[in-house]
């Protein structure tokens, strides 16, 4: 069977592989298809297609936005859309916008208490990345202020520490609308993530229906087969496409390999080729 991963992030997002490896790790893995699925940035697509054309995996574009719906942070993935399209570019610098704008909100809480940083220092720093409260972790530690990133989020980054300023989301149906103007498909992205009984899923599952939302993410790494089958069962009834990635991020999520996930992810071509049919 070919498989494919239609859920993997880059160093243009939270990713520790850059766009131009993704496609030979694919390759390395046996995958004949990928898709880039960065949050809120079509920035490594271009790169990682050339290098997914000289090594023989296709790669599709995608995009990860995180939305919301009655005060959950809902994510919804976008593929098969132009990435050049300039109807996704106001989205995207809104998104960029309000990351900045929270990045000088953070940088100046810092300041405030007597840590030298800017901003527009880090954009410098790291050009190639979505600036955000990573990059400031490793300005505390560089400051002594804590002894890892993942320590710097529990003293000061996370939600009601010191410096952590929360972001705004894109409005769920801006998103499903930007991505489908550009030419692609909108899906509902990880549905267990969000910790909804039966009930509510089925009330999100008309929400997105109603948006213009097509296809559901049903494989997805540590899904068990009967999860599987439940959302699958669920899919079948919204009219929703199914679709499968693995989320992975390279070293920043160690336990979850391209394609395979934790170990028994399995996304079939088909339903690669049932998205770009479907009408
Ligand atoms: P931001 O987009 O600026 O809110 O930062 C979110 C990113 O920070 C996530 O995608 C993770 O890569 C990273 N992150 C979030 N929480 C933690 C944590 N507790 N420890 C280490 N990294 C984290
Ligand atoms: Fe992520
Ligand atoms: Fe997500
Ligand atoms: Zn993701």
Redesign the pocket.
């Known amino acids: 069977m070919k498989t494919i991963d239609l859920?993997v992030h880059t160093t243009k997002s939270d990713g520790t592989v850059p766009p131009a490896e993704i496609a030979p790790l694919a390759m390395a893995a046996g995958l004949a298809a990928i898709a880039v699925t960065d949050?809120d940035t079509v920035g490594g697509l271009a790169e990682a297609a050339r290098a997914g054309a000289a090594c023989g995996v296709e790669v599709v574009s995608g995009i990860?936005f995180?939305t919301g719906w009655e005060h959950t942070e809902i994510?919804i993935?976008g593929y098969l859309f132009d990435p050049e399209s300039p109807l996704l570019r106001p989205a995207l610098d809104w998104v960029a916008g309000d990351r900045l704008g929270r990045n000088q909100k953070m940088a100046a809480l810092m300041r405030a208490d007597g840590i030298p940083v800017t901003a527009e220092e880090l954009y410098a720093r790291y050009p190639e990345s979505t600036v955000g409260r990573p990059h400031f972790a490793v300005k505390l530690m560089e400051r002594g202020l804590a002894d890892s990133v993942a320590d710097a989020f529990r003293r000061y980054l996370a939600p009601g520490r010191k410096y952590y300023v929360r972001r705004n989301y894109i409005p769920f149906e801006e998103a499903v609308r930007v991505i489908r103007a550009a030419g692609g498909r909108a899906v509902l992205?990880?549905p267990f993530?969000y910790q909804y009984d039966d009930v509510r899923l089925r009330q999100l599952l008309g929400y997105c229906v109603s948006a213009g939302v097509e296809g559901m993410e049903c494989l997805y790494s540590g899904y068990t087969p009967e999860q599987e089958a439940y959302l699958a069962a669920l899919a079948r009834e919204y009219g929703l496409f199914i679709t499968g990635g693995s989320?992975f991020h390279g070293g920043h999520k160690p336990e979850i390999s391209i394609g395979t996930g934790t170990g028994n992810l399995r996304v079939p071509y088909t339903l690669l080729e049932k998205m770009k049919k479907e009408e």
């Open positions: 859920h949050h990860e995180s994510h993935l992205a990880h993530q989320d």
